[in-house]
Nanobody, 127 residues
């Protein structure tokens, strides 16, 4: 059974940087995709970024491209979301998700494609 757990969320000021981590346990193959979603108050959960474990291919939503990057550390079974130049509109609960499949562009943004979810970590951007 795969489990994922996020960490790293906190209160930061506009313009700051922050790195979130998501550790996965129970992964048994490279056919695996991990992603980040976020949910702001009063809004639906939305896709942010994802990485395919086997080939390292990444996907980042256009609204944060250039500010956010996703990466993975195979040795630690951990995915990172590096967030730079944070804005107040980035305030949200950030969720890590995973699936034991290699997702593609057309499917990586859909919540229903992910089988395993973390509890979420709060990121608040405020002065």
């Amino acid at each position: 059974q795969v489990q994922v757990a996020e960490s790293g969320g906190k209160l930061v000021q506009p313009g700051d940087s922050l790195r979130l981590s998501c550790a996965a346990s129970g992964r048994t193959s490279n056919s695996f995709t991990m992603g980040w979603f976020r949910q702001a108050p009063g809004k639906e959960r939305e896709f942010v970024a994802a990485v395919r474990w086997g080939d390292g291919h990444t996907y980042v939503v256009d609204t944060v491209k250039g500010r956010f990057t996703i990466s993975r550390d195979n040795t630690k079974n951990t995915v990172y979301l590096q967030m730079n130049s944070l804005k107040s509109e980035d305030t949200a609960v950030y969720y890590c998700a995973a699936t034991s499949r290699n997702l593609i562009q057309s499917s990586v943004r859909r919540m229903g494609e992910y089988d395993y979810w973390g509890q979420g970590t709060q990121v608040t951007v405020s002065s």
